[in-house]
């Protein structure tokens, strides 16, 4: 990671104010790191997608059990109960948002919705529900698989127009 020029002194230093610097005060000039939004912030490269974390693929396993438990008792009612867990695969590897230049894709288990910027007026995070784009229009559109630690990466996506709350806190300290 290369340091920004922009915290440097505009003189250069001479050698009798090299000497007076302490050790402490040296290291702390050259550990001067960048915070993880404005380090992703520059390596994010459009489009960025949102997905269900690779955690979620341990339910797959869990629901075959419960399938093999149904399947054992009468295989002729159950059978069909192995298709579950297929389908429970297909739906986790498909539903994310997908962050673009023009705006939001969201993509849930029946269909996909396209949202522009200028629509967008903030996002509502419920307690226990989703996370919902409200429009300009009072509409509201569901995103999949954002989270509220997904903030900063997404204010860095959408380059500054979905605001990060993290950032008050940053820059308050």
Known sequence: MTRSSSGARSSTPSSSDSARSTPAESTKAESTTATPSEATSDALELPQEFKLSKLAYFA???????????????????????????????WIWRIKT???EDG?????TFGSREVEWPDIEGLQFSRWG????????????????????????????????????????????
């Not at 939001?104 to 849930?108: F, K, P, Q, T």
């Not at 509409?139 to 993290?166: E, K, Y």
């Open 130 to 173: 989703p996370v919902r784009a409200v429009l300009t229009d009072g509409d509201r559109v569901r995103l999949p698989a954002i989270t509220f630690q997904d903030m900063p990466r997404l204010s860095a996506a959408s380059a500054g127009r979905i605001p990060d709350p993290f950032a008050a806190a940053r820059d308050a300290r």
């Open 104 to 108: 939001l894709r969201a993509v849930g």
């Open 98 to 100: 997908v962050v673009t």
């Open 60 to 90: 797959v396993p869990a629901t075959l059990l419960v399938v093999l438990i149904l399947a054992g008792t009468n295989l002729a009612w159950f059978g069909w109960t192995f298709a579950v867990p297929v389908l429970l695969a297909v």
